[in-house]
């Protein structure tokens, strides 16, 4: 039985007398034990989707079982089941680490002395500011708290809203070395997360925008199943360079990318590289496609396919 089944789930919000479609029918499924990643810019759909597989939402349509309980009948058993850690800092402020440990842990009824073997790597770098307001602790502690407050009741399924949003980059590595461990304890793990560089670290993701999941795969496949070739090109005048780039007819796409931009060519294509170079551009080279590649790929045929 997978931990997760979404079934052509969907959800329109009313913002005035407008609707938003937040999610078109969607459907996936998560296995026991699977690190999910669902990758997507602001807006595209995560918390939303998160909302309604927690609990908190109700979906227009479609359905949705954890471990085999269902969404909207059995919701009081998948919230003993479930931990979840939303986007936005969620613990109390005035009270303090212990306190707030303390008080999720009486939520679930549970002791945190019981769970403690699951968290204990991670409480033991908050232990010496034990005392101190969870208000007055670092983002990067934040984010370890409320993981912790998460984990507290030893759940099977454990949701991250963004965890690493706005958190600096070791403490981004850190926390996903956490996610591997409790991954390894068996607790199967769906994170959402904007940064596209967090994929490789997911045993499979989901690419999500505007509401639609545009494909769910490992991210090797994602990658491997990337259907054109990329060069990466650079000049001493960038912005004149990708102008020139995007009004070739053998470029299909052409934008920035780090120092290089990458220029997206018939797989076929072996005069390209000396085309480029002929519009100016000092260097180029072949590139290997990366999730953030695909996903640009992914936007753009769905743009196409939808206009
Ligand atoms: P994400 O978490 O990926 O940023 P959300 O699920 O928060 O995406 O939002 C998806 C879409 O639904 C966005 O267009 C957002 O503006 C809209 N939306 C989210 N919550 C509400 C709400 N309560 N009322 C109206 N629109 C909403
Ligand atoms: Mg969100």
């Known amino acids: 039985m997978p931990a997760i089944v979404v079934d052509g789930v969907s959800k329109k919000y009313l913002a005035g007398k407008s609707e938003v479609v937040a999610l078109h029918p969607t459907t996936f499924s998560v296995e026991q034990g699977e ?28 359905s949705v079982t954890i471990s085999g309980l269902d969404a909207v009948r059995d919701y009081a058993a998948i919230r003993q089941r479930i931990g979840y850690m939303p986007g936005k800092f969620s613990l109390y402020q005035d009270l303090s680490v212990e306190e707030n440990l303390r008080f999720f842990a009486t939520i679930f009824k549970t002791q945190v002395e019981e769970n403690m073997h699951l968290i204990y790597d991670i409480y033991k770098q908050l232990e010496p500011f034990k005392k101190r307001p969870a208000g ?3 983002g990067g502690m934040k984010q370890k708290l409320a993981l912790c407050c998460a984990m507290v009741h030893k759940p099977e399924v454990l949701f991250l809203d963004e965890p690493t949003t706005g958190v600096d980059a070791v403490s981004r590595k850190e926390f996903w070395d956490m996610l591997q461990r409790l991954k390894q304890q068996g607790i199967t793990i769906f994170v959402s997360t ?4 967090e994929a490789s670290l997911c045993d499979r993701v989901a690419l999500i925008q505007e509401g639609r999941i545009l494909s769910v795969d490992t991210p090797k496949q994602i990658i491997n199943q990337y259907p054109k070739r990329i ?33 997206v060519i018939q797989p076929e294509d072996d005069k390209a590289a000396e085309q480029i170079r002929a519009l100016g551009a000092t260097e180029v080279m072949p590139c290997e496609p990366s999730i953030e590649d695909s996903f640009i790929m992914a936007m753009q045929q769905k743009t196409n396919s939808t206009s």
């Open 231 to 263: 060069l990466a090109a650079k000049g001493t005048n960038m912005y004149a360079l990708l102008k020139l780039l995007k009004q070739q007819t053998y470029v299909e796409m052409a934008y920035p990318f780090g120092d290089y931009h990458h220029v």
């Open 194 to 197: 904007p940064y596209m560089d």
């Open 35 to 62: 690190l999910f990643g669902c990758i997507g810019p602001d807006g595209a759909g995560k918390t939303t989707l998160i909302r309604i597989m927690t609990t908190l939402l109700l979906a227009d349509e479609g």
């Open 136 to 138: 007055k602790l670092s």
